[in-house]
């Protein structure tokens, strides 16, 4: 049985990636515009935009069902090939939200556990990760280890597991509707961030228990969500 650390903040955390970490919310959107419109699917981007944070094959479903198209397997199989290879083509353009690095080093430095849940594969969310300098031996959770992505609860469930923390004593952030119903799934506490696009009426209705606007403004409230600091404190100077 592991020995509890007092320096250690009991507070642990568990980030969706896109949207969340990293600015590139709208080049999946994009991505999926090009996608769909090679199999002779035209939407406008903004429906597009709704979805993302589901997994690839959920959305691609559900776009297929709500517009009526008709897909061979093989056509509808290959909308997710064809979105990976567009989001390769604009992945240069992603770079970390606004405190983003910086509230990753925080929670390092306060020995607050954290790890990343994404419903992106590996392949896709590899350069992001490294634009982070995410350290080795952070868990990262991604869409190729589990049997169902967001807004199923498994990918969150699996980093509690990695971190070796109930689930229920988790913050889970994220940036979309779909991040904070697998929270509520999994029954963590889900802390919403607009930098994804989303409204804070919806993530609210979705299950967040505080809304900010990003990682930076996230890191200036990490109180709010429960982490505090129990490293010993020095005396003030007299």
């Known amino acids: 049985m592991k020995t509890h650390d007092p320096t250690t903040a009991a507070t642990a955390f568990i980030f969706d990636l896109d949207g969340t970490l990293v600015d ?12 769909l419109s090679q199999v002779g699917i035209n939407l406008a981007v903004w429906t597009i935009h709704r979805k993302i944070g589901m997994s690839g094959g959920l959305m691609a479903n559900a776009i ?5 198209v008709v897909l061979s ?12 290879e567009a989001y390769a083509r604009l992945s240069s353009q992603v770079v970390p939200l606004p405190g983003a690095c910086e509230l990753l080093a925080y929670l390092t430095e306060m020995r607050a556990p954290w790890a990343i849940a994404t419903s992106a594969r590996i392949a896709g969310a590899r350069p992001t ?4 300098g995410v350290p080795p031996g952070v868990p990262i959770v991604t869409r ?10 498994d990918l969150f469930l699996a980093a509690a597991e990695r971190l070796n923390v109930p689930i229920t004593s988790a913050v889970v952030v994220g940036d979309s509707v779909w991040d904070l119903l697998a929270a509520r799934r999994a029954r963590a506490l889900g802390v919403g961030l607009l930098s994804g696009g989303y409204g804070q009426d919806e993530l609210e209705r979705a299950g967040a228990y505080r809304v900010y ?3 930076a403004d996230l890191l200036l409230h990490l109180d709010e969500v429960g982490l505090r600091s129990v490293a010993p404190t020095r005396p003030a100077n007299p």
Do not use: F, I, M
Request: aromatic share 4%.
């Open 144 to 153: 190729d280890e589990v049997a169902h992505a967001k807004p199923d609860p």
């Open 213 to 215: 606007n990003d990682p």
């Open 24 to 35: 590139s919310v709208y080049q999946h959107v994009l991505a999926w515009h090009e996608a």
């Open 64 to 68: 297929l069902r709500e517009t009526g």
């Open 73 to 84: 397997a093989e056509e509808a199989g290959s909308l997710v090939r064809l979105h990976a």
């Open 129 to 132: 990760l490294e634009a982070l």
